[in-house]
């Protein structure tokens, strides 16, 4: 296949255009006083950064705090699915050795835990779903193949929606089936295209594998990734357990409000996941893990002494301040919208990255990640000169480096986020088309005076 050629047109910033953008910027930018004039939530939060209810759901809860005489206490965090704690959840399947993402998934969808006559029901299901019409792989995933998977991603999923038979009919027997196999497909459109990206852009053998049947989700993702298909139980679980974790976050995160939003105009089931999947895309939702990889690495091409907690200081200081790796002042994996002192899916996943670092003979990369932790949050709270005491890792910060020890490509950590949130989208997509009932629609103040219209000739 020959290499695309870029359009100028789709990529030249010509003068004129330049002219125009600053046209843009000049009449774009609002006072930030009048969010505050006027109380305006802005990113749908308040002054204390308390997300501002705009829904009820039965799908998933994030807790953070307790009242306690009206004053919000923060609390060591919590994340439900379906009224089940997230640590109870994980505690049984590792204990039992299986694998959990599938039986979240059902939990997630239908409401209730499955019995084991429902899990082997449910896992025969997606097994069946689990193959893409004939010569997709070669019509669609292969065409314009891109380094960014979350655009091959929504662009196969949009390209799915004519060979549906029944693409529009938004019953609940017709978004459930088109869900499932999308949850089913997913790892497949995502792994071909980096395949296909590989091999195109970058000269790597052309590697498709067909999926086993028997196989879970997890071992799917590795046996299609791998040139070899070779992988260990355990790199299967810590992977499960990534995809157990990344699941469901509640209706409030951007991607999920995202397809509330969308699924309330009453659009197929792919346009509302493509929808998720543009929202999911970058840096300030599901590509945080990418930050925070990239920035390990600037430090560590940057700082001498790893060992040394006053030379890490110094420099996470200085990319505090916006002076060094990408200049945005962000020291990524640390803090979160919601949780204060704990993000509980961080926990549970930091106990298993210590046991792979050491199997993969990473414990001093391991060792390198605590120190960060241990010192970032206080170096956050004098940066913003604040009392606060409620900073603490996000499961971001250990998920790029669990991706990392399996071997699994930068550009699929996105993507693998995807492939764990399309179950918490396909909930919340059915639960918004029993009970939402009105289209999404908030309210933005116009604060421009009003002018009268001048003929062309006199402007």
């Known amino acids: ?96 050795r299986r694998f959990g993402f599938e039986e979240t998934t059902y939990l997630l969808i239908f409401g209730k835990l499955p019995t084991e006559k429902d899990l082997k029901g449910f896992n025969s299901l997606l097994a069946h779903y689990r193959s893409l019409p004939t010569n997709f792989v ?8 891109t380094r960014e998977m979350m655009n091959t991603l929504s662009r196969s999923i949009l390209t799915l929606y004519p060979y549906d038979n029944n693409p529009d009919d938004v019953c609940v027997d017709n978004v459930l089936r088109q869900c499932l196999q999308l949850i ?18 970058e000269g790597g053998s052309l590697v498709i594998h067909q999926p086993d049947p028997s196989m879970s989700t997890a071992e799917t993702i590795l046996h299609l990734l791998r040139d070899d298909s070779k992988f260990t139980k355990f790199e299967a679980s810590v992977l499960d357990l990534c995809l157990v974790l990344h699941a469901d976050h509640g209706g409030g995160n951007n991607s999920t409000f995202t397809n509330r939003v969308v699924t309330s105009t009453l659009t197929d089931t792919y346009s509302a996941i493509s929808a998720s999947l543009a929202s999911l895309r970058r840096p300030r939702h599901g590509g945080a893990n990418l930050k925070v990889v990239g920035m390990m ?63 993969k003979g990473a414990a001093e990369e391991f060792k390198f990640y605590q120190r960060i932790e241990r010192l970032a949050p206080q170096i956050i709270m004098e940066g913003h000169d604040s009392a606060r005491s409620d900073i603490a890792v996000n499961v971001d910060f250990y998920s790029g480096l669990v991706y990392r020890l399996l071997g699994l490509p930068e550009e699929l950590f996105t993507p693998l986020f995807a492939i764990a949130r399309m179950s918490g989208w396909a909930a919340h997509r059915l639960e918004e088309l029993a009970t939402g009932g009105k289209i999404i629609r908030p309210a933005y103040k116009n604060i421009v005076k009003h002018a009268k219209y001048v003929p062309i000739k006199k402007r």
Do not use: W
Request: with cysteine; hydrophobic share 35%.
């Open 1 to 96: 296949m020959a290499v695309q050629k870029k359009d100028p047109h789709f990529t030249d910033i010509t003068p004129e255009i330049q002219a125009l953008a600053d046209i843009c910027k000049a009449n774009d930018i609002i006072d930030p006083m009048l969010f505050f004039k006027y109380n305006v939530k802005r990113g749908l939060r308040d002054v204390n950064g308390k997300g501002v209810l705009t829904g009820l759901t039965e799908i998933a809860e994030v807790k953070s705090y307790t009242i306690d005489d009206d004053e919000i206490v923060p609390c060591e965090g919590k994340l439900y699915y379906r009224g089940y704690e997230i640590r109870d959840l994980v505690n049984a399947f590792t204990k039992e």
């Open 138 to 145: 070669r019509d669609v995933v292969m065409k314009a193949p």
């Open 184 to 201: 089913a497909v997913t790892p497949l459109l995502a792994v071909y295209g980096y395949h296909t990206y590989r091999h195109y852009k």
């Open 297 to 359: 690495d600037d430090i560590k091409a940057h700082v001498n002494n790893l060992e040394d907690d006053e030379e890490l200081t110094k420099y996470l200081k200085k990319i505090l301040r916006g002076k060094a790796y990408d200049k945005q002042g962000l020291i990524y994996g640390m803090g979160h919208a919601v949780y204060t002192i704990s993000d509980p899916r961080a926990v549970l996943l930091k106990k298993f990255v210590e046991r792979l670092a050491e199997e």
